[in-house]
């Protein structure tokens, strides 16, 4: 019998950003389909111990424009949307989802964040600032001594 991995998700407009936590998966299998199927298959371990993802997204897909890339601690999959909208869950069914889906929280943007154009830290300016000037500590206080 098949196990989940743990999959985390976040989404802009135009694209879902999927990320699948297997580390050393093998045998990695993928199958998107225009109506918004997802299917992820791979094993891992000595045992080659299966793991699967059967998932029906919210909507449709742009198969063709959708990318994957598989490292050695996960499978990153950038998966563009049919039509250029947000949609309020990542899947059809309604209610709680599975427990192996979570939100990525290191890509999620807010609705109203994306349409602003700024990510965290954009609207700062540090061109005239000066570092040295901030006194950040190091040198000077009499504790390059102390801890050795």
């Known amino acids: 019998m098949s196990r989940h991995p743990i999959v985390k998700w976040a989404q802009r407009p135009d694209t879902l950003y999927i990320t699948i936590d297997l580390p ?36 449709k897909i742009d198969v063709n424009e959708s990318r994957a890339s598989i490292g050695l601690r996960n499978i990153r999959y950038l998966v563009k949307k049919a039509e250029y909208k947000w949609w309020s869950r990542l899947i059809k069914q309604q209610g709680k989802p599975p427990v192996f889906l979570k939100v990525d929280w290191d890509k999620w943007v807010d609705e109203d964040e994306e349409s602003e154009g700024q990510g965290l830290g954009n609207d700062m300016d540090f061109g005239d600032m000066d570092f040295s000037k901030l006194n950040m500590g190091g040198g000077g206080d009499g504790l390059d001594g102390e801890f050795q």
């Open 24 to 59: 050393d998966a093998q045998d990695v299998k993928l199958k998107l389909e225009p109506e918004g199927k997802f299917l992820f298959s791979a094993t891992t371990g000595p045992e080659k111990t299966p793991y699967e993802v059967d998932l029906d997204l919210y909507d």
